[in-house]
């Protein structure tokens, strides 16, 4: 079995008037190569007339973004001509690759009649090869992902990028990156191999799972080794789990602010960029 380096605890890290907790980085891990950060917004409940997600327009380069809308919705709009709004169950995955501007923000459904509100976002890097790729986002609701039935029911695994258990997942990124989300019922089990090159991502949602011997509750980043391959998990209640696993790309990774980057050369020229504006033009 996959040995267990440490397991890690979210940090607090609220924005405006929404609770967030950050996986990565924190004072304790930095990243998982090429998973770069995780912020998970929520659970919370918003009134009527609310002022929804505080995320406005906003550059990125360099990376992929990968949301995960738990509950309430997400509103996306580029400067690419991406627009979509995405409910409970789906996600959303965007290539900023040489560089855009977005906003995420709550629909004027959920806004004018609030209700609740739980997000993942995570980063994962992009190879030096395409950091500079032309923008791409694509938005899928819960019924456009394929969902697997595991362990009599008691595991819902909905397969996001990749294969899980001969199941092509919904998106196919430019990389090799393998996502899912799985939701346990108490005493529902999964396992997995998985190669011993591959580093895993790992973060409880909510809940508290047994893996490989050791418990790891709600906002437990589990960072492993790379020794063996299998994961064995079990939920000792109700649980949600974010899984991936990639091969690491070992480059030198630079990042300020909303680029990520290789050289701090390349971050001050897409600042530059930026304000030449070559990110595109917001009509927001």
Do not use: C
Not at 168 to 182: E, H, R, S, V
Not at 242 to 271: K, R, S
């Amino acid at each position: 079995m996959r040995s267990i380096k440490k397991i890690h605890d979210a940090v607090s890290s609220p924005i405006a008037d929404l609770i967030t907790y950050r996986a990565l980085p924190t004072h304790s891990i930095d990243h998982i190569d090429p998973f770069l950060f995780l912020n998970h917004h929520g659970y919370q409940d918003y009134p009527e007339n609310n002022n929804g997600l505080p995320f406005g327009p906003h550059p990125h380069r360099g990376f992929e973004t990968v949301t995960f809308i738990l509950k309430g919705d997400l509103t996306h709009k580029d400067s690419s001509g991406w627009e979509s709004v995405i409910k409970a169950g789906g996600v959303q995955w965007m290539t900023a690759g040489k560089g855009l501007i977005h906003a995420e923000i709550s629909s004027d459904e959920f806004k004018r009649n609030g209700g609740e509100l739980e997000l993942l976002q995570l980063w994962v890097n992009l190879p030096a090869k395409h950091k500079m790729t032309e923008p791409n986002y694509k938005g899928l609701q819960e019924e456009d992902i394929p969902q697997l039935s595991l362990d009599n029911g008691k595991v819902k695994l909905a397969a996001v990028s990749g294969n899980w258990e001969d199941k092509k997942g919904a998106f196919a990124p430019l990389n090799d990156i393998q996502l899912a989300t799985l939701h346990f019922a108490e005493g529902g089990k999964y396992s997995i191999e998985i190669s011993s090159e591959r580093n895993i991502f790992f973060y409880v949602v909510k809940g508290n799972l047994k893996v490989n011997g050791k418990e790891a509750k709600i906002h437990n980043l589990v960072e492993f080794g790379n020794d063996g391959e299998k994961l064995e998990i079990e939920a000792l209640e109700e649980s949600i789990l974010l899984l991936g696993h990639a091969v690491p790309f070992n480059e030198p990774i630079v990042a300020q602010g909303p680029f990520v980057m290789n050289t701090q050369q390349e971050i001050q020229q897409a600042f530059q960029d930026y304000q030449n504006g070559e990110f595109g033009n917001w009509n927001g």
